[in-house]
């Protein structure tokens, strides 16, 4: 079983950065691609980023593109999300979730290929 802890989320202002940190306990994650999602009040969880085993493939929403990057540093087991000029629109819990499947190198946009979650951190960034 693989436990996902998410971190670094805060209440940042409009124009503001924070970084994400997806940590990886019980199990290495280092060979299976990780994604974040994100979830705002009253709405369905949806795509932020996803990451390939390797990090040869970074796959982004296009609401984040060009403001959020998708890091792995597999000596740590950790996954990572950048996210600069923040936006009001970006408040939401943001999730981390791995794909178990080996060396996986297709892009994961949907919720249901991702088997393992973790509880999520809130960000909340004001106008």
């Known amino acids: 079983q693989v436990q996902l802890v998410e971190s670094g989320g805060g209440l940042v202002q409009a124009g503001d950065s924070l970084r994400l940190s997806c940590a990886a306990a019980?199990?290495?994650?280092?060979?299976?691609?990780v994604g974040w999602f994100r979830q705002a009040p009253g709405r369905e969880r949806e795509f932020v980023s996803s990451?390939?085993?390797?990090?040869?493939?970074?796959y982004y929403a296009d609401s984040v593109k060009g403001r959020f990057t998708i890091s792995r540093d597999l000596g740590m087991n950790t996954v990572y999300l950048q996210m600069n000029s923040l936006k009001p629109e970006d408040t939401a819990v943001y999730y981390c979730?791995?794909?178990?499947?080996?060396?996986?190198?297709?892009?994961?946009?949907?919720?249901?290929?991702?088997?393992?979650w973790g509880q999520g951190t809130q960000v909340t960034v004001s106008s």
């Open positions: 990451i390939t085993w390797n990090g040869g493939g970074t």
């Open positions: 019980g199990r290495t994650i280092t060979l299976y691609p």
């Open positions: 979730g791995a794909v178990a499947i080996a060396y996986d190198n297709r892009a994961r946009f949907e919720e249901d290929e991702y088997d393992f």
